[in-house]
């Protein structure tokens, strides 16, 4: 191949890679419904149900950084058929679980396949399209992000209420198997890169144990006490592992990040943006599946439906900030978004009813969905070319961890009605929400900066 950005194969290629990052990001959300299914039919307690969310979100993000540089040092065509196959077989041994071991195992492997294919398949459209033609690439890859979320509440609906929440895992198989056939006669093949950096396989190990031990403190501490010793001691032990993880990332050769990016306002802004609304909106989907099966019974078909309403708002939201972002700048369009998911979630907290839940939770949907815009368009806003792989890597990170600790904490505040005992829990943990948006409105006008983004930027995400 001469060219490949002449070569007419390059939007059947992005359809493939928007596949296989579809299949990743789905997986995120469409286990939101079978939840309750799947803790009943294993015989699963509540903190291992939350694992079944974070196992995979926490390996996901905190592995990512090491997949993209695996992808620049192994070559992208390498990596990605690598991460879809490690990511299609996990899938078939999550839908065969019989127990917590294996299905907690099986997320852990999907999220390190997920972690190699991400970035890899990114960096490929980065490096397929130019000019125009990568912003609008880059438009339908956020699209799929937001599309893929809401979706997969839906589709997890489907199939847990036909064939069985086994489904869930099972329907990545046949399409894994199709675009990784596909992918294998159209990926161009590519040279790694000739510099002899090295992996930093520690930098990766400590960062996801870190955050692995804040996540294991946080969906204990419904059972233990916030304030307890078991819990406050597991947090203490999570910070001291960042503070490893920090020291070696000065130490050693090729660190896995260059933690000096996170000191500018604009990143350190918009990751702190992409944590909030990624642990809201996972919250929100958590509380919404739980009480609409086990409070108000309702079927697994009949809840991912219900969730439609959330689905379209959540995008509309996401098309109203990208519309309005290069005009006003990031900051009104952060304040309003979390503003709305504020009064959203706060809905819930203060009466009661699926209605109401439904319409308070598709509210708080739209305001997340423009908090994302906001988040990455002041990312990235100020990066210089070179680094826009390191940031968006970082903003896929923090919003992994951003799921994986927003269901963490929820599923802890609202333990009582998880196990379903009462409805008061609910009524917590929305109000828990709720308070975390306000209060992040507020840092949102501090923290995120004035002005408005490059034009370059504003409608790339």
Same mark, same amino acid.
């Given at each position: ?222 059972? +233990? ?6 819990? /406050?001691?597991? %947090?203490?032990? $999570?910070? =001291?592992?960042? @503070? &490893?993880? #920090? ?79 290069? +005009? ?6 952060? /304040?309003?978004? %979390?503003?709305? $998911?504020? =009064?959203?979630? @706060? &809905?819930? #907290? ?93 840092? $949102? ?17």
């Amino acid at each position: 191949m001469s060219d490949p950005t002449l070569d007419p194969r390059r939007w059947r290629l992005l359809a493939l890679l928007g596949a296989a990052q579809f299949m990743l990001i789905l997986d995120v959300t469409v286990v939101a419904i079978a939840l309750p299914h799947i803790g009943a039919d294993l015989g699963l307690a509540r903190g291992t149900l939350t694992w079944v969310v974070s196992a995979y979100t926490l390996m996901f993000g905190g592995l990512m950084l090491l997949g993209g540089r695996a992808a620049d040092l192994f070559g992208t065509r390498r990596v990605v058929l690598t991460g879809l196959l490690v990511f299609t077989a996990a899938s078939l041994v999550t839908g065969l679980a019989g127990g917590a071991a294996m299905i907690i195992g099986g997320r852990i492997a999907q999220g390190i396949g997920a972690a190699i294919l991400s970035p890899a398949a990114l960096s490929v459209v980065t490096k397929t399209f130019h000019g125009d033609e990568r912003n609008k690439a880059l438009g339908i890859w956020s699209a799929l992000g937001g599309g893929g979320s809401a979706i997969g509440v839906l589709l997890g609906g489907v199939l847990t209420a036909g064939p069985g929440w086994q489904w869930v895992f099972y329907v990545n198989v046949p399409i894994g198997v199709v675009v990784f056939a596909l992918l294998s006669r159209t990926l161009p093949a590519d040279q790694p890169a000739p510099d002899r950096a090295r992996l930093d396989v520690l930098g990766a190990i400590l960062v996801t144990a870190a955050t692995g031990t804040a996540i294991y403190a946080l969906i204990n501490a419904g059972d +233990r006490g916030w304030v307890s010793l078991a819990t /406050l001691g597991t %947090l203490a032990g $999570a910070v =001291v592992l960042y @503070g &490893v993880f #920090a020291f070696s990332q000065q130490v050693v050769r090729s660190p896995l990040m260059d933690l000096r990016i996170l000191t500018r306002r604009p990143v350190a802004a918009g990751t702190f943006l992409i944590l909030v609304a990624t642990a809201l909106m996972i919250a929100v989907f958590f509380l919404g599946s739980f009480y609409l099966q086990h409070l108000q019974g309702y079927g697994a078909l009949r809840t991912g439906l219900l969730f439609l309403p959330v689905a379209v708002a959540t995008t509309i939201g996401a098309h109203t900030a990208g519309q309005n972002i290069g +005009r006003v700048g990031a900051r009104p369009i952060a /304040l309003a978004g %979390l503003l709305i $998911a504020a =009064v959203g979630t @706060g &809905v819930p #907290a203060l009466w009661a009813g699926s209605a109401v839940v439904v319409a308070g939770i598709s509210v708080a949907a739209a305001g997340i969905g423009a908090a994302f815009v906001a988040a990455s368009t002041t990312t990235l806003a100020q990066v210089e070319h070179h680094e826009a792989g390191l940031a968006s890597g970082l903003l896929s990170t923090f919003h992994e961890f951003g799921a994986a600790l927003g269901v963490a904490v929820v599923s802890s505040i609202a333990a009582a009605s998880i196990a379903g005992t009462s409805d008061e829990g609910f009524t917590r943990g929305f109000a828990f929400a709720a308070i975390t948006a306000a209060v992040s409105a507020v840092l $949102a006008v501090l923290v995120v900066p004035a002005g408005k983004p490059a034009a370059a930027h504003a409608h790339a995400h």
